[in-house]
């Protein structure tokens, strides 16, 4: 049987919110707020990571999860009025919805708000009207990067169980129990470090840093700037890098890391002159 889920990839999400416009046009969202978060069906949650003047956001798209074991659907108090299909995608029936909120507090995703010009919960439905066309939900359709695919999760041929698998991609907090069946990867990761003259106590320009993971896999080089920073992204978390600085007139230094989380901030790193 057919059981839809969403894969969003976080290293291709470049925070350009045209999942959010797309969703709120076309499912005609009026201006509004709830619990200080405007009326939205998807939404980015934002993180800053790094210190200035090296800072970078962490975009992660949220929406209801189209959890298996939907919390949303056992807290209401009318039958019907929310209710999971046979393919898996939560739907709410605004005609006997009464606007109680239990669903509200139910979801531990914070995915339901309450519109106030209907009374009604609303909530992501994965474009069931285009899904039942055989199309894409819009936020798919319109994502300007291909971080979002769509698809059954119960054919392990489908594309998107494959690069569940291959990606590691996981639900969000699966710990809440709701077997969710939207899956994320994890952000890209990042590195950056300043190339350093202890002897001369100043930074290295225009040093050469290659960085490679340790079990053959990607490659990356780049040059340090004028403070002597160098800084890579796109790398995976929790894989061991292979980092080789070179410069001009100094020893080349030679050093392992291991990208634990999704910013390493490495600080100085020294090397010696000839």
Not at 24 to 29: A, E, G, M, S, Y
Not at 134 to 142: A, I, Q, S
Not at 215 to 225: K, L, Q
Request: with cysteine; charged share 25%.
């Amino acid at each position: 049987m057919t059981r839809y889920g969403m894969l969003i990839d976080l290293k291709s999400c470049i925070g350009c919110r045209a999942c959010m416009t797309a969703c709120k046009c076309n499912h005609d969202i009026p201006v509004g707020e709830y619990k200080g978060r405007e009326y939205y069906r998807i939404w980015p949650k934002e993180e800053e990571l790094g210190r200035y003047p090296y800072v970078v956001r962490n975009f992660t798209p949220l929406l209801c999860m189209q959890c298996t074991a939907p919390p949303c659907v056992e807290a209401c108090p009318i039958p019907g009025a929310i209710y999971k299909r046979e393919d898996g995608i939560i739907l709410v029936d605004g005609e006997k919805c009464d606007g109680c909120r239990r669903c509200i507090q139910a979801c531990p995703y914070d995915a339901i708000y309450l519109r106030g010009d209907k009374g009604v919960v609303d909530k992501c439905t994965f474009c069931h009207e285009l899904v039942d066309r055989g199309l894409k939900p819009e936020c798919v359709r319109t994502c300007a990067s291909d971080a979002m695919l769509f698809g059954d999760l119960d054919d392990p041929e489908s594309r998107i169980s494959e690069l569940i698998k291959s990606l590691h991609a996981r639900p969000l907090n699966p710990e809440y129990g709701t077997k969710p069946s939207v899956y994320y990867t994890a952000h890209a990761g990042r590195m950056r470090g300043t190339v350093w003259d202890p002897t001369a106590e100043k930074p290295v320009q225009a040093a050469t840093v290659a960085l490679k993971e340790s079990d053959a896999g990607m490659s990356f080089s780049t040059t340090t700037d004028a403070n002597g920073v160098f800084f890579f992204w796109r790398l995976n978390v929790g894989k061991t890098y292979n980092l080789s600085i070179e410069a001009e007139g100094y020893s080349t230094k030679k050093q392992r890391k291991e990208l634990v989380e999704e910013y390493a901030e490495l600080g100085k790193i020294p090397i010696q002159k000839l």
